[in-house]
């Protein structure tokens, strides 16, 4: 329930991963230590003493890849039209119209344009804050339309992912833009413009089961909770405690899904290195 | 961990719980029999309401009872929709209702099976293999689920594994090679809760299909037997034709999984389903699939022969339409149907 126990406010149901906004200092959930604020987002979030990669937002995300945190934005004006007028306990429209809100954003991804140590490249990156990063036709259409504008103009294409899966207040057309992003990636590949996935915590669902899982490399933050059907489901199924460590990015290493695990400092020299190897020298 | 509580209900939870629903209804076969008056009041109802209107220059006191009727009315047309939606849903996972191998043998001859993803294992959640269909060589593969226990130990609940998928594709490919068209058939309830097959990455598998099958050169015709669970589902449904049998349902989550997420109560099922619209009319009506198959009064399982009969029809139409189109054009038209699919949004 946590995405909702944050639109009353409080903090995530969890506790953890979350930076609290007040305050001059936080506690780790990795390590129990407390952290001077200050120190923790110098370091690009993530603990100094232990660390453990704390959720940041999407922007960001772009802000840290863009050379001089500089990016224009594209595909920002799409909004959903709860096309099931959706209500369960409250109605989606109204969910929507929070988000929106307390993001800032119109739905839960945002595309940029920029380049990454001199590279022109395309970057989208997912908001885990909006509404879980779910995937309704909004995401859908601004990822394939991320994807489209790396095709149109032979930039490489990354793409953040954070997403409790597909929305189901949009139900079934939720499902659809698995096919349609991915199909999208197919023209990508033909075409032979690059495609990194960079999987972040937590990346589950449809949204693991269809982009984040088709990068020519597919690559994470340590610690990132990744996987398809949900661990608490797992366990309850197979009536056992789970191995320690299970579907976190370690153990999709360890299990040959990733192509490396990536520590947030060394992300853009990581992404940079692949595309040189990927495309002829940036001019 | 209550964040990674939340995808885990998101993904798969709808398992476990339709699988005991499924034993349950197949134990007391409820459901099914369990005949809503709401039809016949809302026919009273509407009767009276007719007659009351027709009186004209209304008092207060008609007025105030039309008023009534009408938020009746209201109140009962829900009802039954909300029902309709379960109906269907119990109809899809009826345990008598033909399975993909059913349809196998009464539509296709000369069936050889294909096994093996020629990395792990043989899943026989997912059964693939070379057939004819009216004559013609095609590749046919579909989940399947077991009749009794044993089978359905057997089959996984018709849960395809990693493997499943990656066969699927295998086998794709290989009737991609000899320009041999495919037909897809789907029913399965969802994610796989197991271990192995989030160490294996069912994910990946499932990603892969989705791009892969985008861009195969040869015809494909989807039919959605029974259950279309989510990405499993939509695993060997990337289609030029997705067609939907009449009482089948296809869906982001299942009923059950929606209402413990969304209701915090996963005995508001019928209300998720109505909600989710995850019927074939709804599909249709959403842009979702091509067609809809119709079924025997009271559904396939009342009557199999006619249900793959029915079946049998659809697919000869689609697929003779299909044969006049050359390969480029099937790709190029399957993706601009998957790019335009379900695009509900405004552009401020
Ligand atoms: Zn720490």
Redesign the interface.
């Known amino acids: 329930?946590?995405?909702f126990?944050r639109q009353s406010g409080e903090l995530?149901?969890?506790g953890?991963?979350k930076i609290r906004t007040e305050g001059l200092w936080v506690k780790c959930e990795g390590c129990r230590q407390i952290i001077w604020k200050k120190d923790l987002e110098e370091n690009l979030n993530v603990c100094p003493k232990c660390g453990k990669h704390f959720r940041i937002d999407a922007r960001t995300r772009l802000a840290n890849l863009f050379d001089n945190g500089e990016y224009e934005t594209f595909s920002d004006?799409?909004?959903?039209?709860?096309?099931?007028k959706?209500?369960?306990?409250k109605p989606y429209s109204e969910r929507l119209k929070r988000a929106q809100e307390e993001t800032g954003l119109?739905d839960a991804v945002i595309n940029g344009r920029g380049t990454l140590n001199g590279r022109p490249i395309v970057i989208s990156a997912m908001e885990y804050s909006f509404i879980?990063g779910s995937m309704g036709?909004?995401v859908?259409?601004v990822i394939?339309r991320a994807v489209e504008d790396a095709l149109a103009s032979k930039r490489p294409l990354i793409i953040i992912s954070a997403s409790?899966?597909?929305r189901?207040?949009?139900?079934?057309?939720?499902?659809?833009?698995?096919?349609?992003i991915?199909?999208?990636?197919?023209?990508l590949?033909?075409a032979r413009v690059p495609y990194v996935s960079v999987l972040t915590d937590?990346t589950?669902?449809?949204v693991?089961?269809?982009?984040?899982?088709?990068g020519d490399l597919n690559i994470a933050e340590p610690g990132a909770?990744i996987?398809?059907?949900?661990?608490?489901?797992?366990e309850?199924?197979?009536r056992q405690k789970?191995p320690p460590g299970?579907?976190r990015s370690e153990f999709?290493l360890e299990?040959?899904?990733l192509d490396a695990v990536v520590h947030r400092k060394e992300m853009k020299g990581y992404i940079s290195r692949a595309l040189d190897f990927m495309m002829p020298a940036a001019s | 961990?209550?964040?990674?509580?939340?995808?885990?209900?998101?993904?798969?939870?709808q398992?476990?719980v339709s699988m005991v629903e499924t034993r349950r209804s197949a134990r007391n076969g409820d459901g099914l029999n369990g005949n809503a008056p709401a039809p016949q009041e809302l026919e009273k109802i509407e009767q009276q309401l007719g007659n009351l209107e027709a009186l004209g220059g209304q008092s207060a006191e008609v007025r105030k009872e039309i008023y009534d009727l009408r938020e009746r009315i209201i109140m009962l047309r829900k009802e039954i929709s909300h029902r309709e939606a379960w109906i269907k849903t119990e109809l899809a996972r009826h345990p008598q209702r033909p399975y993909f191998l059913d349809y196998v043998e009464k539509l296709f001859t000369d069936f050889s099976e294909i096994h093996g993803d020629r990395h792990y294992a043989d899943d026989p959640a997912m059964v693939c293999g070379m057939a004819r269909f009216h004559g013609e060589e095609v590749l046919v593969l579909g989940t399947q689920k077991g009749r009794d226990m044993k089978q359905k130990v057997h089959r996984n609940f018709g849960l395809p594994n990693p493997e499943g998928y990656r066969k699927a594709l295998r086998a794709m490919h290989i009737a991609q090679k000899f320009s041999r068209p495919i037909f897809t058939f789907v029913d399965v309830t969802g994610?796989?809760?197991?271990?192995g097959?989030?160490?294996?990455?069912?994910?990946?598998a499932?990603?892969?299909n989705?791009?892969?099958m985008?861009?195969l050169q040869v015809s494909i015709i989807t039919t959605i037997t029974g259950e279309g669970g989510?990405?499993g589902a939509?695993?060997i449904a990337?289609s030029d034709r997705v067609l939907m049998m009449e009482n089948a349902v296809?869906?982001?989550?299942s009923p059950e999984g929606?209402a413990s997420?969304?209701?915090?109560d996963a005995t508001k099922k019928e209300?998720?389903a109505e909600?989710?619209?995850?019927t074939a009319p709804?599909?249709m009506e959403?842009g979702?699939i091509d067609a809809i198959v119709p079924e025997p009064p009271g559904g396939a399982h009342t009557d199999p022969d006619m249900a793959a009969k029915l079946v049998d029809e659809a697919l000869q139409r689609h697929f003779s339409e299909l044969k006049k189109m050359p390969a480029k054009e099937l790709v190029a038209s399957?993706?601009d149907k998957?790019?335009k699919?379900?695009?509900?949004?405004?552009?401020?």
């Not at chain 1, 004006?77 to 709860?82: E, H, K, P, V, Y």
């Not at chain 2, 699919?341 to 401020?348: D, G, V």
Request: proline share 3%.
């Open positions: 329930m946590a995405w126990k995530d149901a969890s953890e991963k004006n799409l909004a959903s039209t709860d096309p099931l959706f209500v369960d306990l119109t879980g036709s909004v859908g259409e394939t409790g899966g597909a189901m207040m949009e139900g079934v057309l939720s499902l659809m833009q698995l096919a349609k991915s199909a999208a990636l197919a023209k590949d033909e937590p589950t669902g449809g693991t089961a269809s982009f984040a899982m088709l909770l996987g398809f059907a949900g661990p608490r489901v797992i309850q199924t197979i789970l299970f579907q999709l299990h040959g899904m | 961990m209550k964040t990674v509580d939340i995808t885990a209900v998101l993904t798969g939870a398992l476990m994610a796989n809760p197991g271990l097959a989030e160490e294996r990455g069912q994910a990946e499932i990603a892969l989705l791009r892969e985008a861009r989510s990405g939509l695993a990337v296809y869906s982001v989550i929606c997420i969304m209701w915090r209300l998720a909600a989710l619209r995850i709804d599909l959403l979702c399957r993706y998957f790019r699919m379900a695009q509900y949004f405004t552009e401020k």
